[in-house]
């Protein structure tokens, strides 16, 4: 994988987020200094205002992350299946009802938190209970502009 973020990367990643239903760990910079890794699914997906190229997961409203996205927007996300293994870089955007995101509607979030969760292998039976969670949960999309992309295989 490049230093910067390619097709081949957007292509790797594809595949390993289909390998594990997502599965990555999201590695976020404390105040400290510290690092905060946490469990997620996330895929690559289109920005909703714009239509590039970005990974994309969502948190609870309530999640630490959340907080720590807030106060220092930037994120690490890394996919593996056996030996193979991508991470990128990025600055994170957040879109919630917490989190305005310049461009997205109040009313297009629900589509939004469907199409990530999608995108991340997610499927569901009945959509307007999954919004009706979504929105109690107050959960939140991140979205993370890959900016470098490193891995194996």
């Known amino acids: 994988m490049s230093s910067g973020f390619t097709e081949s990367d957007k292509s790797t990643i594809k595949r390993l987020a289909a390998g594990d239903s997502g599965l990555a ?8 200094g ?43 996300v890394a996919w593996r299946v056996g030996w193979n293994w991508a991470a990128i870089d990025g600055p994170v955007q957040l879109c919630g009802p917490k989190h305005a995101l310049e461009g997205v509607d109040a009313e297009h ?15 569901h039976d009945d959509w307007a209970e999954y919004d009706r969670v979504m929105a109690t949960e107050k959960r939140t999309v991140v979205l993370v502009k890959p900016t470098r992309a490193l891995g194996y295989g």
């Open 25 to 32: 760990i999201a590695s976020i910079a404390r105040s400290d």
């Open 109 to 123: 979030i629900p589509g939004l938190l469907r199409q990530v969760f999608i995108d991340a292998g997610g499927s």
């Open 34 to 76: 510290s690092v905060h890794s946490t469990l997620v699914n996330a895929a690559m997906t289109s920005h909703p205002v714009d239509g590039s190229d970005v990974v994309g997961f969502v948190v609870h409203g309530s999640a630490h992350k959340l907080k720590l996205l807030a106060d220092n927007p930037h994120v690490t």
